[in-house]
């Protein structure tokens, strides 16, 4: 079965600064790999999503992800943070591309003026 | 494409009071997911719809819950004798067969007093 886990429930950066969320995930078999986030008392908006094409993935908001397997990561990063990504992260993985989603614990991400 | 909707948005009920949801995924998708997240957690897969047909039910989905897709349109999830612990919000998602990107709705707000 697989699982995820985010290291770290909340993160606090200085606005400007490089964005750096973790995300290790356990899969018996290559990955489907994605970044949510969840703005308060709303529903979750895809990010960004890695399916065996490149290793690097760019998303929305200007976040990227890059998928390593010797290190089962796909950590999220933003070169510059701004005060609009404070938001929840989730990391999520499932095994096939239509299958259900397992989700971490989630990140809360605060931007320091 | 107007997204996927959730009625109600917020339900506010007695223990042992039946409740239910509705789901309106975007309109040519033909899976519809149902996962719960309670506070400070990610969610959890609950349920899922190819068409009316439901493919996979998660443990945590115990005997009073129960999900329809008649139609193979929208989507109910009722819950039977609420209990406190079934205080969460309650997301649905949808996406094409085969294709990894699911779209989630802005969530059921479940308070059980």
């Known amino acids: 079965a697989q699982s995820v886990t985010q290291l770290g429930s909340h993160v606090s950066v200085s606005e400007g600064a490089l964005v750096l969320l973790r995300c290790n995930y356990s899969?018996?078999?290559?990955?489907?790999l994605f970044w949510y986030v969840q703005y308060p008392n709303q529903g979750l908006q895809l990010l960004l999503k890695?399916?065996?094409?490149?290793?690097l993935v760019k998303g929305i908001n200007g976040f990227e992800a890059e998928f390593k397997k010797s290190e089962t990561s796909f950590h999220l990063t933003k070169p510059s943070a701004h005060m609009s990504d404070a938001a929840e992260y989730f990391c999520?993985?499932?095994?096939?591309?239509?299958?259900?989603?397992?989700f971490g614990t989630g990140t809360r991400l605060t931007i320091i003026p | 494409d107007t997204g996927v909707s959730q009625n109600p948005r917020h339900k506010i009920t007695k223990r042992g009071q039946n409740v239910t949801f509705r789901c309106d995924p975007i309109?040519?998708?033909?899976?519809l997911y149902w996962y719960r997240q309670t506070l400070g957690q990610g969610p959890e897969f609950l349920t899922y719809?190819?068409?009316?047909?439901?493919?996979?039910k998660s443990r945590l989905l115990s005997d009073r819950f129960s999900a329809e897709r008649p139609k193979g349109s929208f989507s109910t999830l009722e819950i039977q004798r609420t209990e406190q612990g079934d205080s969460a919000m309650y997301l649905c998602?949808?996406?094409?067969?085969?294709?990894?990107?699911?779209?989630f709705g802005p969530g059921t707000r479940l308070l059980v007093l």
């Open positions: 890695y399916t065996s094409a490149a290793t």
């Open positions: 998602a949808s996406s094409l067969a085969a294709v990894e990107t699911q779209y």
């Open positions: 899969s018996s078999v290559p990955p489907y």
């Open positions: 719809f190819q068409n009316e047909a439901q493919l996979e």
């Open positions: 309109s040519e998708h033909n899976r």
């Open positions: 999520a993985v499932s095994d096939l591309p239509d299958e259900k989603l397992t």
